[in-house]
């Protein structure tokens, strides 16, 4: 018996092991690692190690992969509250358990493992609270060559095609492993696992040559970056401070720029923002650039709430109008059933909740129609095609990373922005206070981008552009249906399988190696 197949027979430690080992592998492709290939490779240890076991024994296979994913992906969530982020930790394995319970073992397992992990990873991105897709499968992908598939299908279809070149390589290294089965069979399979690498390849291509819309319009712009030490809260700085270290880094600013964006919340106000020394600021620096200028302003609404805006203003410094963010962040700028929770845990960090804005997030300026996707917002395609669906020709990130003490998610944000690029066929800026800020063209390429803490303004041309993906167009319904058609054809045939088995004689050691 060779050590494969000792490996799916075993009702002993080492398939957990495995998937665990699988899990941890994949997490090398998420930035800031950002290892691509481990993605796929991990994914197709989380396959091998499912093979021919009991439902049970199959949850507890993909919980131990999808901790050894999110441990490492969401590592960041500790230096907030431990506990929390180990309850956040577990919740979200717990998804990659039902992906492998439901993934059916021997014949028909490839294809309910495509469609179940890929509707997995779908269902992470929006429930409960709205999604969580940071440290997710297709932010490993950004840097590598499937990234263009996000044009045609996003996330969903970056997350299947990944495991569809984990499921290739799985079947041909099973094939090639095989003892004693038939020269015709490993063919059969070796043509399978090629076969699924094949359609990816061309499904890359294609996306890769696909339009999103003619040549654009160049645009001077700068994303000001104001500096300063990393890990600290809202209440640990002086938000006086923070507005001062973002005016003095747009010193910076070339006169005459088009666009000028300054980060998420570094204005932070005790009142309104009008007769403000603040707003006072903001304009005279737009007049002396002679540009349109964005800025993130935090006020308060009433005594229990707050706004989480971006306000723009133009080159003669007038205000052109603002956009609230719609998308908050669990635990960061609201709190669910407060009340309740208020009696199990301390709540000083968050006292106020964020207000919900309206769609769409768009800005009408002399720079352009800019669709705003204000920090968290960018990790979510469904509101990027939103914008697109309301002609924003650049998506702009106005983002505040500050109180994340390393370069994880930071990393893993401007990764988003780079998807999110790519998804809708826009150029993207994305500013904030220590970083990173960044320029970032359509097909991903990052044209410039600042280094951590350093106050700077990151200055180049992108372009203002039109049209629309095959991603804006159709949406992800028709890769979450193909998921869902994988995943019940491969229960369908599993179910043929062991039909064929009650009838007839028992299957050959060639068939129930099948894929």
């Known amino acids: 018996m060779s050590a494969l197949e000792r490996l799916r027979s075993s009702s002993t430690p080492p398939s957990l092991l495995v998937a665990g080992l699988g899990g941890l592998i994949a997490a090398a492709s998420l930035p800031p690692f950002g290892f691509w290939p481990m993605g796929p490779l991990g994914v197709a240890m989380l396959l091998l190690a499912l093979e021919d076991h009991a439902w049970s024994r199959r949850a507890a296979t993909g919980l131990m992969f999808g901790l050894g994913l999110m441990v490492p992906g969401l590592w960041w969530a500790q230096h907030f509250n431990w506990y929390g982020a180990v309850a956040l930790m577990v919740i979200e394995a717990m998804f990659f358990a039902a992906g492998a319970a439901v993934t059916t073992p021997g014949r028909g397992r490839t294809l309910s493992a495509i469609g179940a992990l890929t509707l997995v990873e779908a269902a992470r991105e929006s429930w409960p609270l709205g999604g969580l897709p940071i440290g997710g499968l297709p932010l490993g992908q950004v840097g590598g060559p499937l990234l263009p598939i996000a044009r045609l299908a996003g996330p969903a279809g970056l997350v299947l095609a990944t495991v569809m070149v984990a499921a290739g390589a799985r079947i041909l290294t099973t094939a090639l492993a095989a003892k004693g089965t038939s020269s015709p069979d490993v063919a059969r399979r070796l043509g399978h696992g090629l076969g699924l690498l094949g359609l990816v390849a061309l499904v890359t291509v294609l996306a890769a040559v696909s339009s999103s819309g003619g040549p654009g319009q160049p645009l001077t ?18 938000p006086t401070g ?274």
Not at 221 to 238: I, L
Not at 377 to 392: K, Q, R
């Open 221 to 238: 712009v700068a994303a000001v970056q104001g500096g300063g030490a990393r890990g600290t809260s809202a209440q640990q700085t002086d």
């Open 242 to 515: 923070v507005t001062r270290s973002q005016l003095a880094a747009a010193q910076h600013v070339p006169t005459g720029t088009a666009l000028t964006v300054l980060p998420e919340d570094v204005v932070g106000l005790p009142g309104p923002l009008k007769g403000s020394w603040q707003l006072s600021a903001l304009r005279a620096e737009a007049r002396r650039i002679s540009t349109t200028l964005l800025a993130g302003v935090t006020s308060p609404v009433g005594d229990r709430a707050f706004a989480n805006t971006v306000v723009a203003l133009g080159p003669s410094g007038a205000i052109l109008g603002s956009v609230t963010k719609i998308h908050r962040v669990p635990f960061g700028e609201y709190v669910p059933a407060r009340s309740l929770i208020a009696r199990l845990a301390d709540l000083s960090a968050v006292p106020r909740d964020a207000t919900i804005g309206t769609r769409p997030e768009i800005l009408e300026t002399p720079a352009g129609r800019l669709g705003v996707l204000i920090s968290f917002e960018t990790f979510f395609s469904s509101l990027g095609t939103d914008l697109v669906h309301h002609g924003a020709q650049l998506l702009v990130v106005p983002t505040n990373t500050t109180s994340y003490p390393g370069d994880q998610m930071p990393a893993q944000e401007l990764s988003a922005a780079r998807l999110e690029a790519v998804e809708h066929g826009r150029d993207l800026i994305q500013a904030s206070p220590t970083g990173y800020s960044a320029l970032i063209r359509s097909d991903g390429t990052v044209v410039a981008q600042s280094r951590l803490s350093r106050q700077i303004a990151v200055t180049g041309v992108i372009e203002l552009r039109e049209g629309q993906t095959v991603l804006d167009q159709l949406g992800s319904w028709p890769v979450l249906l193909l998921a869902t058609a994988c995943l019940m054809a491969g229960q369908i045939r599993a179910r043929q399988r062991r039909s064929t088995d009650v009838a007839g004689p028992a299957a050959s050691p060639e068939e129930g190696q099948s894929s």
